[in-house]
C-alpha cells in the first residue's frame, strides 16, 4: 500500500517512516479486496499539557476507500505507541466498513 507521511513538529528518520510504513501494511491483511484510494499518516507533537510537560505524540490515519473516508487519531506519551494504537484501532474501523458493505 502506498503510504503518504507527513511530520507536523518532528522530524521524520528513516526509522519512523519503516516503522509507520510496516504497521500500514499490516492493514492490507483486514482490507482484503477493498481497493484504497488514498492513505494519508500525520504523526506530530504536542506540547505537554500535564505538569511535567512532557511532549505528547500525536498519530493520525486517513485511509480514503470506495464511498468512504476511515479517520483515526490517537495520542500517547511515546511515538510508537500511538502509531501501534492507531493501526490497532483502523483496523477496527475496517472490519466495521466491511460488515456494513
Do not use: F, W
Request: aromatic share 4%; glycine share 4%.
Amino acid at each position: 500500500m502506498e503510504v503518504r507521511i507527513k511530520g507536523t513538529d518532528i522530524e521524520l528518520t528513516e526509522e519512523i517512516k519503516s516503522h509507520i510504513q510496516e504497521k500500514m501494511d499490516m492493514l492490507e491483511k483486514y482490507l482484503g479486496d477493498v481497493p484504497v484510494l488514498n492513505c494519508d499518516v500525520e504523526v506530530s507533537v504536542e506540547p505537554g499539557r500535564h505538569e511535567d510537560k512532557s511532549k505528547i505524540y500525536r498519530a493520525e490515519v486517513n485511509l480514503q476507500v470506495p464511498g468512504d473516508l476511515l479517520r483515526v487519531e490517537k495520542t500517547e506519551q511515546y511515538l510508537h505507541k500511538a502509531v501501534d494504537k492507531v493501526k490497532d484501532h483502523m483496523a477496527r474501523s475496517i472490519k466495521k466498513y466491511r460488515e456494513k458493505k
